[in-house]
């Protein structure tokens, strides 16, 4: 059992990360139809910064609590995890992420056909190239935090998560009108599957897995202490 434990850390971490992040969308979608105000975009970021932030102080000293594809693949390219091991975390992601989807779609059905469960979808008169571009941008900061506040030794104990937290609540907030700030492929995958919407999908992949590996490839070369 002690083998799977961090796979079923970053299940149960990205499973969180959908169902209170997408979730999020899904309320504010019908607090708004019900005549409310809703929690709109800042009430948005504010769900997926501290999802995140609880997952990584809860689940961090099992898994690392990657909970994302896109810095899983920056540890990988950077030799901090093996590729064997790498792919069973992503895939433990998107198994997290499917299944968050899939309950938000049991408790808000009227949420499929309209928000689609909170996928992250581009905003109107978005190209694919910006699409791609804001998604590597603020996922090069998320993976550059994640290496110098989580990875680091140098860096001060116990408060990685709050700022990977902070920053995800940054992204999210500037990214939020032209991609919705995704950051992660499984946080726009799980809530894809279970909606049956993929438009623009690939900027969800390609623009955070390019804008980690390049984080962390800078951070390793650059910023990280040289052994010997």
């Not at 950077?78 to 997290?96: D, P, V």
């Not at 299944?99 to 059905?109: E, H, M, Q, S, T």
Request: overall charge positive; charged content about 10%.
């Amino acid at each position: 059992m002690d083998n799977y434990r961090p796979y079923i850390a970053e299940a149960l971490g990205t499973f969180a990360l959908v169902f209170v992040g997408a979730g999020s969308v899904c309320a504010d979608y019908v607090l708004r139809q019900n005549g409310g105000a809703g929690v709109g975009l800042l009430g948005i970021s504010i769900a997926f910064g501290l999802v995140v932030t609880t997952m990584v102080y809860a689940l961090g000293y099992i898994s690392g609590c990657h909970i994302n594809p896109a810095a899983t693949i920056a540890f990988w390219v950077t030799k901090r995890i093996e590729a064997n091991k790498a792919i069973f975390y992503i895939g433990s992601q998107l198994a997290g992420a499917i299944a968050g989807g899939y309950l938000l779609g049991v408790l808000f059905p009227q949420a499929i056909a309209t928000v689609h469960l909170g996928v992250t979808s581009l905003g109107k008169g978005v190209t694919l190239s910006q699409g791609m571009l804001m998604e590597f941008i603020i996922t090069f900061f998320l993976v550059l935090v994640i290496f110098a506040t989580a990875v680091d030794q140098r860096a001060p104990k116990g408060f990685a998560g709050l700022a990977i937290g902070i920053v995800i609540l940054f992204g999210v907030m500037v990214g939020g009108p032209i991609t919705g700030g995704s950051m992660n492929p499984a946080r726009t995958f799980g809530p894809a599957v279970a909606s049956g919407f993929y438009e623009h999908h690939l900027v969800y992949w390609v623009g955070p897995v390019l804008g980690g590996m390049v984080a962390g490839l800078l951070y390793e070369k650059v910023f990280a202490e040289k052994k010997g």
